[in-house]
């Protein structure tokens, strides 16, 4: 992986941005990566069938070089929030600005995606879909693979070049789509759930070498995920989301050095901060659970009517 070092060979990032302990209240970071101001989303409109209230009235600076996680109950707005600040969705209400750019639809030169599926074009060789993807970006030819040989080598594929998606196994495709996003070189990686569908050992090694990454770039990340310990071993802060409409309930801040090492995990440290995050959320997950149980109420109701 010492070709990461060649390729993202960076200066640290300046963590000293990080707030301590930040609690209810948001505090504003000084020369964020990205701002998120009173961003509310509801799908549909009121009355409609598909009427949903996504996101409500939510607050948050990203500072540069952080990752920060972003978890919560099923269905409370994460993704919303991730799509957001992509500018893949307008908010209803509020505005999100990257740097000083408010955002006004996708960035492609500032921000890329990952997602839980990896996306690949699967006609198309590794080599290829990296290409591909900075040809849609508009990298110029002459540098795609260049690019494209040093994100491989990045996330240690470089002997799959020329393997289709489908002659890899599910951690090595997030791998591949991690280097196509790492090849575009823009400054924000948004990833939700990006080891999500993979098992526990495969995503605590994707975890080390992201966590390696970090260390190595100034990129500044927004990672959802719903793994409690995927969260305090990867995050510089934990963005705690309410039941839907979700909103920020607290951020927990982990001050641990990246690369952060396995040892980590078996720490005190590690599991205070994963009680408090359980602790945080297990209330939030009932209210959402109680949300979702109110269609067989309903339907239990009227079956008592009927008899
Ligand atoms: N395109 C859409 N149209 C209508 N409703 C939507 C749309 N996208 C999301 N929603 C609704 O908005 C709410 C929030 O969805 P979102 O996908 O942001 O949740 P999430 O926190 O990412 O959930 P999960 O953890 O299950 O991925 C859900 O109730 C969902 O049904
Ligand atoms: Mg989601």
């Known amino acids: ?5 060649a390729a993202f060979s960076v200066i640290l990032p300046d963590r000293a941005l990080r707030i301590e302990n930040l609690g ?27 009427h949903v209230r996504a996101l409500l009235n939510t607050s948050l600076d990203i500072a540069r070089g952080e990752l920060l996680c972003l978890i919560g109950p099923s269905g409370c707005g994460k993704s919303t929030l991730l799509n957001v600040m992509g500018g893949l ?13 408010p955002v006004h639809g996708p960035m492609p030169h500032d921000i890329a995606f990952i997602f839980q599926e990896s996306a690949l074009f699967p006609w198309n060789t590794i080599f290829e879909n990296m290409i591909l993807g900075m040809t ?10 260049d690019r494209a040989r040093r994100a491989l080598e990045a ?31 823009t400054q924000i990686l948004l990833m ?13 090694v994707l975890g080390e070498d992201l966590s390696v990454l970090l260390s190595r770039s100034k990129k500044t990340i927004v990672f959802v995920t719903h793994s409690l310990g995927e969260a305090v071993f990867l995050a510089d802060r934990v963005a705690v989301f309410s039941a839907r409409p979700g909103t920020i309930k607290e951020v927990i801040t982990v001050d641990e050095p990246h690369p952060r090492k396995p040892e980590f995990m078996t720490s005190a ?12 959320l297990h ?10 149980a109110k269609p067989k109420r309903a339907y239990e109701d009227q079956a008592k009517g009927d008899s």
């Open 1 to 5: 992986m010492d070709g990461a070092a």
């Open 24 to 50: 209810m209240t948001q505090a504003a970071i000084p020369d964020a990566a990205i701002r998120v101001r009173n961003v509310s989303h509801q799908f549909g409109e009121v009355g409609e069938a598909r």
């Open 89 to 101: 969705f307008t908010p209803t209400t509020g505005a999100v600005t990257v740097g000083t750019t």
């Open 136 to 145: 849609f970006q508009g990298v110029p030819k002459s540098e795609r693979e």
């Open 155 to 185: 996330v240690g594929l470089d002997e799959f070049a020329a393997h289709y998606p489908s002659q890899l196994s599910g951690g090595m495709r997030q791998r591949a789509a991690l280097a196509r996003a790492l090849s575009l070189e």
């Open 192 to 204: 939700d759930e990006p080891f999500g569908a993979l098992d526990e050992q495969t995503r605590m």
């Open 269 to 280: 440290k590690f599991h205070r901060l994963r009680d408090q995050l359980y602790g945080l």
């Open 283 to 292: 209330e939030e997950i009932r209210k959402s659970m109680s949300q979702s």
